[in-house]
């Protein structure tokens, strides 16, 4: 599964030993030392992943992340050595992914990569047909939500929720169950940090997050998906008229 990553980390010690770790998986690795430089050449080569230090000269990561999410649906792993629980919940609730603080192994971060890029990779097509309520189709074959005929863009555990939820339209979900199907090898995941994935899905595909449609909370339980509406049945021809069989 090799892939193109762009790992943005100030201290270069830091980022080769990532680069020597993450080359050693297969993967293309390109370095850039401070949040313009993520930004550009996120724009420029289109990386299938991004490993984002928080604490980095011109911009820093979570505004590097904020903007990536505005523009786009990458996949961001956070390295940070803030560690409280309310730091974490930033980080997730402005888009990123993952998050990992430091100091870290090399070993759980390239396992973290590789969970990423698992989730973020396409099922195959003839495997998933395309689930519809009401305007939400979601696709899980090619990786895709639209809204109304309009694309929406997800993060990989944003779409994992919904693909988890959409495997079972109607079915109440515990978050601990979502955390197990949607997020794999992640031992850090707390209950919370699926709220803050669901709150973010929400503002990008319901109309009013305080009465949501799609993505409906089952009090003392979790979440779940809306049912599809029944389609109609249709109505028999009247013999005698046209259009009757004769």
Do not use: W
């Not at 790992?7 to 030392?33: C, F, I, T």
């Not at 974490?88 to 990423?116: F, H, N, Q, W």
């Not at 940090?193 to 973010?200: G, Q």
């Amino acid at each position: 599964m090799s892939a193109r990553i762009l790992v943005a980390e100030d201290d270069p010690k830091q980022a080769n030993l990532v680069r020597v770790y993450l080359e050693r998986e297969g993967h293309s690795v390109l370095l850039v030392g401070d949040g313009r430089g993520a930004l550009d050449q996120c724009r420029a080569r289109r990386p299938d992943l991004v490993v984002l230090d928080v604490m980095m000269p011109v911009v820093d990561g979570l505004d590097v992340c904020r903007i990536l999410r505005a523009e786009s649906d990458i996949p961001v792993l956070l390295l940070t050595a803030r560690t409280t629980e309310e730091d974490m919940l930033l980080g997730l609730d402005i888009g990123a992914d993952d998050y990992l603080t430091k100091p870290y192994s090399p070993r759980e971060l390239a396992a973290r990569v590789r969970a990423l890029l698992r989730r973020a990779r396409v099922v195959s097509a003839d495997k998933r047909a395309v689930l519809r309520v009401g305007e939400l189709e979601v696709d899980a074959g090619r990786f895709e939500v639209r809204v109304g005929g309009r694309p929406v863009a997800l993060t990989a555990k944003e779409f994992g929720i919904l693909e988890v939820l959409a495997g079972e339209p109607g079915r109440a979900f515990t978050r601990a169950q979502i955390i197990d199907r949607a997020f794999g090898f992640d031992h850090f995941v707390l209950e919370r940090t699926v709220d803050a994935h669901v709150m973010n899905l929400r503002r990008k595909i319901e109309d009013d997050v305080a009465e949501p449609r799609y993505v409906q909370t089952v009090y003392g339980r979790g979440y779940r998906l809306a049912e599809p509406e029944p389609e109609p049945a249709a109505t028999p021809t009247p013999e005698g008229t046209p259009g009757a069989s004769r």
